[in-house]
């Protein structure tokens, strides 16, 4: 069965850090892929998605993702990471035909110290 | 704001019962997907339906059931309510299934079986 692992559920970095989200989806076929932020309360917002026209995909908030077939891998990064950044993060793939549901994956909690 | 709203935002009931809950998607957009996000389970898809028409079915129990009206808004109806089912049910819409369109999140409707 397809599927989206995001290692850590849990990550914590300073203010100012790099932030560093890994996704790895397991298919042959590379699918759709996408980041979605949730913020506490609230629905979920796209970040990015990658849709095979370049392997590094910018974002909204200075976040982008690499895109990289031979690992299967779609890691979000953010340079400096802001204050507001604090939320849970959801990689998600689609694959094509006419069944268009996202497969999410267990999501990721960013927390971000002053 | 996604422009997909849930009615309603909170929803508190006993085991057994049966509730409805409403999705009206982005203006223009034609499918709308149902999805749970529960602790234990994460974000798992429920069911889609595309401009009235079922589309593809995911991890929805028999107990559960959905349609799409005429004028796009679709409901998902809940019965023999139990506490696991408590949980944030999410409506999505997007433009069309087919192409790598995101999908639009609303804010969800937080469901509580006492």
């Known amino acids: 069965a397809q599927s989206v692992t995001q290692l850590g559920s849990h990550v914590s970095v300073s203010e100012g850090a790099l932030v560093l989200l890994r996704c790895n989806y397991s298919?042959?076929?590379?699918?759709?892929l996408f980041w979605y932020v949730q913020y506490p309360n609230q629905g979920l917002q796209l970040l990015l998605k990658?849709?095979?026209?370049?392997?590094l995909v910018k974002g909204i908030n200075g976040f982008e993702a690499e895109f990289k077939k031979s690992e299967t891998s779609f890691h979000l990064t953010k340079p400096s990471a802001h204050m507001s950044d604090a939320a849970e993060y959801f990689c998600?793939?689609?694959?094509?035909?006419?069944?268009?549901?996202?497969?999410f994956g267990k999501g990721t909690k960013l927390s971000v110290k002053p | 704001d996604s422009g997909v709203t849930q009615t309603p935002k909170h929803l508190i009931t006993a085991t057994g019962q049966r509730v409805t809950l409403r999705c009206s998607p982005r203006?223009?957009?034609?499918?709308v997907y149902w999805y749970q996000q529960s602790l234990d389970q994460g974000l798992q898809f429920l069911i889609q339906?595309?401009?009235?028409?079922?589309?593809a079915k995911g991890n929805i129990l028999e107990r559960f059931s959905a349609q799409q009206f005429p004028d796009l808004h679709s409901e998902l109806n809940l019965s023999s309510l139990e506490l696991g089912d408590s949980a944030l049910y999410f409506c999505a819409s997007s433009a069309d299934p087919l192409s790598y369109n995101e999908q639009f999140f609303g804010p969800g409707t937080r469901l509580t079986v006492l």
């Open positions: 339906y595309y401009n009235g028409e079922e589309r």
């Open positions: 203006s223009g957009d034609l499918s």
């Open positions: 998600a793939v689609r694959y094509g035909g006419s069944q268009g549901n996202l497969i």
């Open positions: 298919s042959s076929v590379p699918p759709y």
């Open positions: 990658y849709t095979s026209a370049a392997t």
